[in-house]
């Protein structure tokens, strides 16, 4: 987290000059609000019993957690700070360390303030059979910035399938969603990652997913991206 933030420290938000990869005028969109970047409040949602592994997201709040008797005891699905106050060793081990090689404005921003998104850990050996889906709702009724952080640790040998649809469900106010994605996948592990991007005309958002692959682990993320005001993967 210091790292990141001694990297943005001094820096200007990006715009058309200083933004070599893709030349988006960033200024412009983030002129569009009138507020200050805050922490939502912590979720404490518990994990329960379900007929399908779903995660839910309302205004970037976990609200609900629900997981499969199948799959109960293989996967651990939990709020990225319980996540990381359960498995401290884990997250030194592996996490927060793949995006600092990327001297990227919003990735920093997001690795040093962000508290709130999602803590997925597959043990080893375990296979996940049925797909877990997380639905996120980026309705808000007010202005909003979002900064979400999730970590996915996939055992060795072990694999899971994660579908993830970003919707809105109604006509609120402007929402600012800016995503970050920290996966590892051990020896022989296998990660399959779906996502759907079908937001409102008041939605803007910047996606990044970091993976770090050990020997032999596989990966296959796809992305499609259908609406929103304003969409960077």
């Not at 006509?171 to 990652?193: P, Q, R, Y």
């Not at 958002?205 to 969409?231: D, K, R, S, W």
């Amino acid at each position: 987290i210091k790292k990141s933030y001694n990297l943005i420290k001094d820096q200007e938000t990006p715009n058309i000059k200083n933004e070599d990869w893709k030349y988006t005028p960033i200024r412009k969109y983030l002129s569009l609000f009138d507020f200050q970047p805050h922490i939502s409040e912590m979720p404490t949602c518990e994990p329960k019993f379900s007929k399908m592994n779903l995660i839910t997201i309302q205004n970037g709040n976990i609200t609900s957690i629900e997981l499969t008797k199948q799959s109960s005891g293989k996967i651990e699905i939990l709020p990225l700070i319980e996540g990381i106050g359960k498995y401290p060793e884990l997250v030194e081990k592996y996490f927060y360390k793949t995006p600092l090689h990327n001297p990227d404005y919003f990735t920093h921003i997001n690795q040093s303030f962000c508290l709130n998104g999602l803590f997925i850990y597959v043990h080893d050996n375990c296979i996940i059979d049925e797909p877990v889906f997380i639905q996120q709702d980026c309705y808000s009724e007010n202005e909003t910035f979002h900064q979400t952080h999730n970590l996915i640790l996939i055992g060795r040998d072990a694999s899971m399938h994660l579908i993830k649809k970003e919707i809105c469900t109604g006509d609120g106010d402007k929402v600012f969603h800016n995503l970050l994605t920290d996966a590892v996948i051990l020896d022989n592990g296998n990660l399959s990652f779906n996502r759907l991007q079908n937001e409102c005309k008041d939605t803007y958002q910047i996606t990044h997913f970091y993976a770090n692959l050990l020997p032999h682990a596989e990966l296959n993320v796809n992305n499609v991206t259908i609406g929103g005001a304003f969409a960077r993967n």
